[in-house]
Nanobody
Framework: QVHLVESGGGLVQPGGSLGLSCAAS????????MGWYRQAPGKERELVAA???????NYADSVKGRFTISRDNAKNTVYLQMNSLKPEDTAVYYC???????????????WGQGTQVTVSS
């Protein structure tokens, strides 16, 4: 019933910028926290950034000052603007959302399909 669709991945040079988008669609009551995770080859998936419905955000130490997470609640969309990219940022990036299916339900965790971000000269 709920789908998260990502876009915006690609290949960029070190120091470059890239913007990711993830839109939620389907039948649900509300979306709570949305965020971005990433997973590099041989490593565990890690939190990159998360944002509440009110716009309060937190970031992994490795991306603070370089990445900005934002959301458009009317569009059920979360964004990740990535600046000053480093080769270490290379990973598959996944969007995540806590979705309340109905008024009486708890939040369920949903994931996007992932989009590849490669930072290389």
């Amino acid at each position: 019933q709920v789908h998260l669709v990502e876009s915006g991945g690609g290949l960029v040079q070190p120091g470059g910028s890239l913007g990711l988008s993830c839109a939620a669609s389907g039948i649900f009551f509300a979306i709570d926290v949305m965020g971005w995770y990433r997973q590099a080859p041989g490593k565990e998936r890690e939190l990159v950034a998360a944002i509440t419905t009110g716009g309060s955000a937190n970031y992994a130490d490795s991306v603070k000052g370089r990445f900005t997470i934002s959301r458009d609640n009317a569009k059920n969309t979360v964004y990740l603007q990535m600046n000053s990219l480093k080769p270490e940022d290379t990973a598959v990036y996944y969007c995540n959302a806590g979705v309340k299916r109905s008024l009486a339900s708890r939040n369920y965790d949903y994931w996007g399909q992932g989009t590849q971000v490669t930072v290389s000269s």
